[in-house]
């Protein structure tokens, strides 16, 4: 997360009063909890409160990550090619059986 704005958008205004706040958070999981209490009015003139531009910095998969990813497609690989000339030699040879056979 890099920032977000808090604010309110009231009647006859685009933005009223506004509280910024910015940080830069170390890699890891970070826990952020919003909360807002409104008390409701019948009032027209009553603002309605939102929090905006809030942005969230992309993950970044980290390298054991990243090496079982790819070892697993290898494995998968090994395993489709294993299978693939099993069954190309299981059907090679049954067709030369069945040539001397014949």
């Not at 905006?52 to 070892?71: F, R, S």
């Amino acid at each position: 997360m890099t920032s977000f704005t808090f604010g309110e958008i009231g009647e006859g205004s685009v933005l009223r009063g506004g509280l910024s706040f910015s940080t830069t958070l170390s890699a890891g999981m970070h826990d952020l909890a919003i909360e807002a209490v409104r008390v409701f009015e019948t009032r027209p003139s009553t603002p309605y409160q939102y929090v905006t531009g809030i942005t969230l910095a992309g993950e970044v998969p980290e390298p054991t990550g990243w090496a079982m990813m790819i070892a697993g497609f290898g494995l998968i690989g090994a395993r489709l090619r294993r299978v693939h000339s099993a069954a190309s030699a299981s059907s090679a040879s049954a067709c030369w059986r069945f040539h001397i056979s014949a």
